[in-house]
C-alpha cells in the first residue's frame, strides 16, 4: 500500500472532519506486517479544548432538548448502521490491532447490542417522589445527564470498549470527547460517520486521536468534562483519577487484572481446558479479563496441565486475517518487548516451561508462542503482576481454603472462574472471591445486560447492566413548598 493509498484519519469535532491544531500526524501500524496502514491526526490540548467546547454547546442544543424516545430513536438507528458496517468495521480493526479477524467479526456483531439495550433504558430514567415528613413540600428527584464525557479507550478491543461507554452516556442525555489508543485510532473515526448518517446533531461525540499521553491528560484533567471514563492499565488510571480529582470530576475506571481459575478435583478437565485455553491465548491473551492464574487441585494438576499444553503447542499462529488462525500477533512493538520481558524474569526466578515460553520469531511480526509456566510460586513477578499476552502460570494447592486464599493473594480483582460439579462449592467459592465477575464453569462471556467492573486495583465503578446508566446521570432533588406560607428564616427545613 502506498502511502497515498493508505486511509488518512482526521479528528471530529463539532461534527467537522480536521487537522489537528499543530498539523501534525502519526502512522498507526499494522501488527502482523509491522507496516503503516493508515495515519492519524496527532491532536493534542488545543484540540481537546475546541472538542470539550463542542461537546459543551451539543448538551444546550439540539441533542440537550430531545427527550428519551428522540435519543432512544437514533441509538437504535446507530446500532443498525453498526450492523450493516460489522464485517468492514472488523476488518479495520483487524488492521489496527492484529486481532482475529473471526474474534473481531464476532464483537463487531455484537456492538449493536449495547446501543438497543441502552436505548431500552433512556426513556425509562425515572426519578422518585419522596414522601418525607413535611406536608407542605412535595419532593421529587430528576435524573440529569451527567454533561460532557471524556472517554479514553485502550487498544485491544477498541470499538467495543468505546461502546460500553458511548451506548449508556448517550441514554443519558450526554456528548463525549472520544481518545481512542494511539495504537487504534481507525474505528472511532469510523464510529463517528456512522453518528452522522444516524442523526446525531454535531458535536454530541467528538474525537480527538494523537500519539503519546497528550490528549488523554488534557481531557483528564479538563475544568469542563463532567466524568472521565477510562478503560486502560491501572498504572494510567491511577494518574487519570488524580488529575480528574483536581476538578472534582468523577471517574469510572476500568483497569487491569490478574484473574484466576479455580479448578477442583472434580471438575469436568475438558471443559476446564477450554476454558483456561479461551482465558489466557484467545485474544493472544491482550484482555483484561485473561484468565492467566490456574489455580489446580494437586490431585488433578497434572492431568490438566498436560491437556492444556497439548492443545496450546497446536495454536495456530498467523495472519490474523485467514479463516484457520487461532493466534495473532502481540498488538504493539512496546507490548511485545513486556511479554518477553516477562518470559525472561519467570525462568530466572525458576517457574519451568511447560509449552512455548518464546518468541515465534519465523512468523515476523510480534508473535509470541502460547506459554504455560508450572510450579509458578504466588511471589514470582509473572503471578503477580499483569502480562496482557499469552502466558499461564500454574500454581497447585490441596484444599479450597487454600485456593481461596491464592485466588484473592492479589490486589486486582476483576474476574475469575470456578470448575466444579459441586453445586455448592461453585456459589460458596464463587461469593468468596473478591472479583467484579465470576464465572461458574465457563469463561469470558459478556453481555451489555451484565454489570461489569472490577474490585481492588481493577477499577472504579460499572460498565453495562442498569446501573452503567446511572454512572452517566447526576441525581437532583426538587422541593416544592405548597403552602405559600411563610417560615422562620434562621430555622433549617
Ligand atoms: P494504557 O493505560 O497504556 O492506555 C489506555 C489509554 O490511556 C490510551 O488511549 C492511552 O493513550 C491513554 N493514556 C496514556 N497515558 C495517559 C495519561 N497519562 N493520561 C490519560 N490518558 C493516557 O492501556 P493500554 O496499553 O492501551 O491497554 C491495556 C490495558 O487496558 C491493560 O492493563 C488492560 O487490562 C486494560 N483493560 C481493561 C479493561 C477493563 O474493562 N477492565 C478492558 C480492556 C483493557
Known amino acids: 500500500m502506498t502511502t497515498t493509498e493508505r486511509p488518512r484519519y482526521q479528528l471530529v469535532i463539532d461534527g467537522q472532519r480536521t487537522e489537528a491544531a499543530s498539523g501534525q500526524r502519526y502512522d498507526s501500524v499494522d501488527p502482523y506486517l509491522g507496516s503503516a496502514w493508515a495515519s492519524a491526526a496527532d491532536g493534542d490540548a488545543a484540540d481537546v479544548d475546541a472538542a470539550v467546547a463542542a461537546a459543551r454547546r451539543a448538551l444546550a442544543g439540539e441533542w440537550g432538548k430531545l427527550t428519551g424516545f428522540g435519543r432512544a430513536r437514533l441509538m437504535r438507528k446507530l ?4 450492523a450493516r ?3 468492514r468495521l472488523a476488518e479495520i480493526e483487524t488492521r489496527d490491532t492484529g486481532k482475529l479477524l473471526r474474534e473481531m467479526r464476532g464483537q463487531l456483531g455484537s456492538i449493536p447490542e449495547w446501543f438497543y439495550y441502552f436505548s431500552g433504558l433512556a426513556d425509562k430514567l425515572e426519578g422518585t417522589t419522596i414522601p418525607g415528613d413535611k406536608p407542605n413540600f ?3 428527584t430528576r435524573r440529569e445527564p451527567a454533561g460532557v464525557v471524556a472517554a479514553i479507550v485502550p487498544w485491544n478491543s477498541p470499538l467495543l470498549l468505546l461502546c460500553w461507554k458511548l451506548a449508556p452516556a448517550l441514554a443519558a ?3 463525549m470527547v472520544a481518545k481512542p489508543s494511539d495504537y487504534s485510532p481507525a474505528s472511532a473515526v469510523e464510529l463517528a460517520a456512522l453518528m452522522d448518517e444516524a442523526g446525531f446533531p454535531p458535536g454530541v461525540f467528538n474525537v480527538v486521536t494523537g500519539f503519546g499521553p497528550a490528549v488523554g491528560k488534557a481531557l483528564a484533567a479538563h475544568p469542563d468534562v463532567d466524568k472521565v471514563a477510562f478503560t486502560g492499565s491501572t498504572a494510567v488510571g491511577a ?5 480528574a480529582a483536581q476538578n472534582i470530576t468523577g471517574v469510572l475506571l476500568e483497569l487491569g487484572g490478574k484473574s484466576a481459575h479455580l479448578v477442583f478435583d472434580d471438575a469436568d478437565l475438558d471443559a476446564a481446558c477450554n476454558g483456561v485455553l479461551a482465558g489466557v491465548f484467545a485474544a493472544t491473551g491482550q484482555t483484561c479479563m485473561a484468565g492467566s492464574r490456574l489455580l489446580v487441585s494437586r490431585t488433578v494438576h497434572d492431568a490438566l496441565v498436560e491437556k492444556i499444553t497439548e492443545r496450546a503447542r497446536g495454536i495456530k499462529l498467523g495472519d490474523p486475517k485467514a479463516a484457520d488462525t487461532e493466534m ?3 498488538a504493539t512493538e512496546p507490548q511485545y518487548r513486556k511479554v518477553l520481558s516477562f518470559l525472561d524474569g519467570a ?8 509449552a512455548g515460553g518464546a518468541p515465534a520469531a519465523d512468523l515476523g511480526g510480534f508473535f509470541v508462542q502460547p506459554t504455560v509456566l508450572t510450579g509458578v510460586k504466588p511471589t514470582m513477578t509473572v503471578a503477580c503482576e499483569e502480562v496482557f499476552g499469552p502466558v499461564l502460570s500454574v500454581i497447585g494447592f490441596d484444599t479450597e481454603e487454600e485456593a481461596l486464599a491464592l485466588a484473592n493473594d492479589t490486589r486486582y480483582g476483576l474476574a475469575g472462574a470456578v470448575w466444579t460439579k459441586d453445586i455448592h462449592r461453585g456459589h460458596r467459592v464463587a461469593h468468596a472471591m473478591r472479583t467484579g465477575t465470576v464465572w461458574i464453569n465457563a469463561y469470558r462471556v459478556v453481555g451489555p445486560d451484565v454489570p461489569f467492573g472490577g474490585y481492588g ?3 472504579l465503578g460499572r460498565e453495562n447492566g442498569i446501573e452503567a446508566v446511572h454512572e452517566y446521570t447526576v441525581t437532583k432533588a426538587i422541593w416544592v413548598e405548597l403552602t405559600g406560607g411563610t417560615r422562620d428564616p434562621f430555622t433549617i427545613g
Open 85 to 87: 458496517d460489522a464485517g
Open 138 to 140: 412535595l419532593v421529587y
Open 328 to 330: 495473532g500477533p502481540v
Open 239 to 243: 494518574q487519570v483519577a488524580a488529575a
Open 457 to 459: 486495583l481493577s477499577g
Open 79 to 82: 446500532g443498525d448502521l453498526i
Open 347 to 354: 525462568s530466572a526466578e525458576g517457574a519451568t516451561v511447560a
Open 173 to 175: 442525555g450526554c456528548t
